[in-house]
């Protein structure tokens, strides 16, 4: 592409914020795949320096606010493998889907908000080509006891 | 299209049956976005006059019937938000998959006929066009305590 | 395709793996539907000679490996429907995304190691161009009491 001011891991790093590395796949798949001009992540957890940052339920071992903030280290793995995938995130032409999928306690019913750290966070990136569509799922077990695991499927250029 | 024959919004009024407006979402996300002809909507919760129609869990604080209107107005829903994108259901070319998740009580498991509910109002309007496969889950917390979520992936012509 | 040597179902036969026919729907719905040269099958269960081969939750009903072997039958349904859609596996392009949900004892984790039974089976049969993405989840309540269900997504050539 032209569009030469389209640099969404700038836009990260203007604030402070790092992409981690691609983390590796936890069985038998790829972490990413693509068909055409469209890719999809595989499930990504919150590693913080190789490390899983978060752990539990939110709204019993983990605040909302850490829901939030594990959405939003979750989201920033599913794109460094988008970043794998295409070598920059300047070659994203689009954020088409989410799917965030939340450990919970019974009863916790505020993890649309927390799916909103992965959506702010692409909005920071992105801007108007980071709007997506999204949906969300809450599952009792979860690998690793992650809080969380975000998809992203993105169009390239 | 040059196939003027083809109304599904005028099949569901003939059988009563209206399209509520396309609600707004509930986070920072679309409610539907699209990627070359393909259209998916977000998660799309039983509406009815700008109040969610439904609560609970399916199989204790709702019937399996109250369950499969869930669903149809869920999926009314969901075409709402395909005619916001496309302007008209007549554009669409195909639907090409429903995602239905349900909050359903311990042991229920009747939820696959609740999705029917969806599956019969999209054969309602769309025919032949709207022969889709589908997925179904179940969720033991859900948005604003919804019994249930549709997606809907269309085609447009 | 003119590769000659490419037959999915080849492999699995010099394995002594043969593939089930293709179950029939639950409900109102196609067992798998395309896009273009895209196709998607709706969620399969692991039958074995038309009968639900795997009941209940892994973990407590189920062993692990029982876990792992629902999951291989269940793909290898998947598989028929992709059959079923396209003639021959040998028109399989690509493996795309692979979406395995299962129910679980509470506190069991093993799961994505179960998922391997789907992954491991679509390596046996497809090579390279079976290397997919997924997605995992766990859900409380799964129809007829299925331990798995896989959505395999795939390319034609």
Same mark, same amino acid.
């Given at each position: 592409?032209?569009?030469?001011?389209?640099?969404?891991? @700038? !836009?990260?790093? +203007?604030?402070?914020?790092? *992409?981690?590395?691609?983390?590796?796949? %936890? =069985?038998?798949?790829?972490?990413? $795949?693509?068909?055409?001009?469209?890719?999809?992540?595989?499930?990504?957890?919150?590693?913080?320096?190789?490390?899983?940052?978060?752990?539990?339920?939110?709204?019993?071992?983990?605040?909302?606010?850490?829901?939030?903030? @594990? !959405?939003?280290? +979750?989201?920033?793995?599913? *794109?460094?493998?988008?970043?794998?995938? %295409? =070598?920059?995130?300047?070659?994203? $032409?689009?954020?088409?889907?989410?799917?965030?999928?939340?450990?919970?306690?019974?009863?916790?019913?505020?993890?649309?908000?927390?799916?909103?750290?992965?959506?702010?966070?692409?909005?920071?990136?992105?801007?108007?080509?980071?709007?997506?569509?999204?949906?969300?799922?809450?599952?009792?077990?979860?690998?690793?006891?992650?809080?969380?695991?975000?998809?992203?499927?993105?169009?390239?250029?």
């Amino acid at each position: 592409m032209s569009d030469t001011n389209f640099d969404p891991e @700038a !836009a990260l790093a +203007a604030k402070g914020i790092l *992409l981690p590395p691609a983390a590796k796949p %936890l =069985g038998n798949y790829l972490t990413w $795949s693509s068909y055409g001009t469209w890719i999809a992540t595989s499930g990504q957890l919150p590693w913080v320096d190789g490390k899983l940052g978060f752990h539990g339920k939110i709204g019993s071992d983990l605040t909302p606010e850490q829901g939030y903030q @594990a !959405a939003r280290v +979750a989201a920033l793995n599913a *794109l460094a493998q988008v970043r794998d995938a %295409l =070598g920059s995130l300047s070659r994203v $032409s689009q954020i088409i889907r989410v799917e965030g999928t939340f450990q919970v306690a019974p009863g916790f019913l505020g993890f649309p908000e927390a799916l909103n750290g992965a959506s702010d966070v692409i909005d920071l990136a992105f801007g108007e080509r980071g709007r997506h569509c999204r949906m969300v799922y809450t599952n009792t077990e979860m690998p690793m006891n992650t809080p969380v695991m975000i998809v992203i499927h993105a169009g390239m250029a």
